[in-house]
C-alpha cells in the first residue's frame, strides 16, 4: 500500500511533474498535458525533481529514462523506496523498445511505460488511469481510518 498521507485526491486536484533533460521534449510534454487541462511542474534534472517531490505534493512522475548523471530508473528506485516522496505514480517515458527495459522499468517501481513519442491521446488516457488508481487507494486509505476510529 502506498503511503498517501493527507493528499487530496487526484479528482479534486491532479499535479503531474515532467522530468526530461531534453528542453523541447519538456516543452513538448508540458504542451500536451496543458492541452488536457493537467497541472504541470517541469525540470531537467532528477536531484532537482527530488528537491520538488519533498515539498509538493506531486500525483504523477512522468520521466525519461535516459538522462545525464542520474537516470529515470534510478530516480523511479529512489522514489519508490522512500516514503518522504509522497508515493507518486510513475510513469516511464522513454525511446527504449525492448521487453526487458519495461520489465526493468516495472522491477524498479515504475506503474507504467511509455514509449517515445507519446500520443496525447494515449498519455491522456494512461495519466487518466494512474489517477484513477490513486483516488482508489485514498478510498481505502479513509475507509480504513473510520474504521480504526468506529466505536471510539
Not at 103 to 111: K, Q, V, Y
Not at 117 to 136: F, K, N, T, V, Y
Amino acid at each position: 500500500m502506498r503511503n498517501i498521507g493527507n493528499h487530496p485526491s487526484p479528482i479534486e486536484s491532479s499535479r503531474i511533474l515532467i522530468v526530461d533533460d531534453s528542453p523541447i521534449e519538456l516543452f513538448r510534454m508540458e504542451a500536451l498535458l496543458k492541452g488536457h487541462h493537467f497541472e504541470t511542474l517541469c525540470c531537467n534534472d532528477p536531484n532537482e525533481a527530488l528537491q520538488i517531490l519533498l515539498v509538493e505534493h506531486i500525483d504523477i512522475v512522468l520521466c525519461d529514462w535516459q538522462m545525464p548523471k542520474v537516470s529515470g530508473l534510478e530516480l523511479c528506485q529512489t522514489i519508490s523506496h522512500s516514503p518522504a516522496m509522497g508515493a507518486p505514480y510513475f510513469i516511464m517515458l522513454t525511446g527504449r523498445k525492448e521487453r526487458a527495459d519495461m520489465i526493468a522499468a516495472m522491477d524498479a517501481g515504475a506503474d507504467d511505460f511509455i514509449c517515445k513519442p507519446a500520443a496525447s491521446e494515449e498519455l491522456r488516457a494512461r495519466i487518466q488511469a494512474g489517477l484513477r488508481r490513486l483516488d482508489r487507494e485514498r478510498s481505502m486509505i479513509v475507509c480504513q481510518e473510520k474504521l480504526l476510529h468506529f466505536g471510539e
